[in-house]
């Protein structure tokens, strides 16, 4: 199993960014996969989910509900956060992790977003 | 929203200590909660999940224990590697929730 992490980098607060996640060595189509972030220094906190499928059911954390949106390509094995109206504390290392239902059982290294001007 | 608190948020103990790390929810959660693992620069590592089930390639000095609201993971003799920052995670419900970790590090 392999997932890896793409798109970070520095934006400023207001911003938009997205993040990519490209996975290999599973029938991707049939997990559900998840995003969580950790910011520097600070625990680790669940973003997102969306489930098997082509039209995977989507919930998000209550702190990026309505400004994030997650989507999936089973085409590419790859899973997408697209982030809007970022903030300072939206600054964290954002992980992918294929999700066994909500068991997050595999994790990408991470990607590193930072929200500042 | 489930709040998951953890205790100790830290502890210090050496090689060979029998180590026992408590997670409590906020509400009953029968016996969705995992335990996850991350070394210093890592990413995360799930260790447990439905509370007591070892994952696979997982060395078997780790074990969980608990339903409802309270859980327990142990690690009966702690090896060098095993000096990192635990963390509980319910899969009871969205948003999930993450206990807020509990550093594990040499006395």
């Known amino acids: 199993v392999q997932v890896a992490e793409s798109g970070g980098g520095v934006v400023q607060p207001g911003g938009s960014l997205r993040l990519s996640c490209a996975t290999s060595g599973f029938t991707f189509s049939i997990y559900a996969m998840h995003w969580a972030r950790q910011a520097p220094g600070k625990g680790l906190e669940w973003v997102s989910v969306i489930l098997y499928g082509d039209g995977g059911d989507k919930y998000y954390g209550d702190s990026v509900k309505g400004r994030f949106t997650i989507s999936r390509d089973n085409s590419k094995n790859t899973v997408y956060l697209q982030m809007e109206r970022l903030r300072p504390d939206d600054t964290a290392v954002y992980y992918c992790a294929r999700g066994s239902g909500y068991d997050l059982d595999s994790w990408g290294q991470g990607t590193l977003v930072t929200v500042s001007s | 929203d489930i709040q998951m608190t953890q205790s100790p948020s830290s502890l210090s103990a050496s090689v060979g200590d029998r180590v026992t790390i408590t997670c409590r929810a906020s509400?009953?959660?029968?016996?969705?909660l995992n335990w996850y693992q991350q070394q210093p620069g890592k990413a995360p590592k799930l260790l447990i999940y439905a509370a007591s089930s070892l994952q696979g390639g997982v060395p078997s000095r780790f074990s969980g224990s608990g339903s409802g609201t309270t859980f327990t993971l142990t690690i009966s003799r702690l090896q060098p590697e095993d000096f990192a920052t635990y963390y509980c995670q319910q899969s009871h419900g969205t948003p999930l929730t993450f206990g807020g970790g509990t550093k594990v590090d040499i006395k």
């Open positions: 509400q009953n959660i029968k016996s969705h």
